[in-house]
């Protein structure tokens, strides 16, 4: 039973039993308290000001001397030099491309991954497959950095073609399964019967075989590809895209699970 404004009785007895100094020590801890959580979660907003404080107070001048077009419009980056050159647009393009890459190679493995732990793995193998790759996370970027400088360079320089077509199949093969079995439940839908197992057969092989040729095309010439040097944009965009990985199979595996089951069964 509560009061019209939302006391509790108990609450107000408690504190009608308690003498006057343990109800002072008890809100001084109470102030106490919710003071430590306020600093403790204002901590990063503060250094983050700062942060933001030095770097704004280090490039006003910069910008004063150099001007900001010649930063945001120049690709040549040679700041060691006796005439120092900063044009960073190489940088903003390289970033950009290597994000995008980064997508490219994380979101289609990491959706199929999550979803062959949401609907298809046994719950077994799903609690064994799981952590394995949240495990991933935990790797410090570092070692991610030392192994695509060290490891994975030279071995793309060598047999980078070849890389990109396994890499190729790992991805796009899984994307055109779905997409042909899907065009072909599309298809057929307008028949009914023995004719609608026939269609969306017939369909299923000719949409199949339309990707299948598409990606032999696409393996020929990725095969016959040489790379001159590893350390590039295709490089760091793989090793992002594996960085990303266990985030977005933990998110996508998390999502799918939120979808109830007479949704899930809807739409088969």
């Known amino acids: 039973m509560r009061f019209e404004n939302g006391t509790d009785p108990a609450a107000i007895k408690d504190e009608l039993l308690m003498s006057e100094g343990a109800l002072r020590f008890k809100k001084t801890g109470a102030l106490v308290g919710r003071s430590v959580l306020v600093a403790v979660a204002s901590s990063s907003v503060i250094a983050l000001l700062f942060i933001f404080y ?7 001048p910069f910008f004063q001397l150099e001007g900001i077009r010649e930063f945001l419009t120049s690709t040549r980056w040679y700041p060691s030099r006796e005439d120092a050159e900063f044009g960073a647009l190489a940088i903003f393009i390289g970033s ?20 062959c732990l949401s609907d298809i793995l ?24 030392f192994f695509a400088l060290v ?10 073609g070849g890389l990109l077509a396994v890499g190729m199949w790992l991805v796009l093969a899984p994307i055109a399964v779905l997409a ?17 197992m026939l269609a969306r057969a017939a369909t299923g092989v000719a949409i199949g075989a339309i990707f299948a040729v598409l990606l032999l095309r696409l393996n020929g010439f990725l095969s016959g590809l040489s790379i001159v040097s590893g350390t590039n944009a295709l490089n760091a965009s ?7 990985l266990p985030t977005i199979v ?11 089951r007479d949704l899930r069964e809807g739409s088969y």
């Open 122 to 145: 046994p719950f077994n193998l799903r609690q064994i497959a799981k952590p394995i790759i949240e495990m991933l996370a935990a790797i410090p970027s570092v070692v991610y950095g």
């Open 250 to 260: 933990s998110v996508s595996e998390d999502a799918l699970g939120a979808v109830g």
């Open 180 to 196: 042909a079995a899907v065009s072909s439940d599309a298809l057929s839908s307008r028949f009914e019967g023995k004719r609608k």
């Open 96 to 115: 950009g491309l290597v994000t995008l890459g980064a997508i490219a190679v994380a979101v289609p493995m990491g959706v199929l991954a999550a979803l």
């Open 238 to 244: 793989i090793i992002l895209g594996i960085m990303a």
């Open 151 to 160: 490891v994975f360079a030279p071995l793309m320089q060598r047999q980078g």
């Open 54 to 60: 030095y770097i704004i107070r280090d490039a006003v």
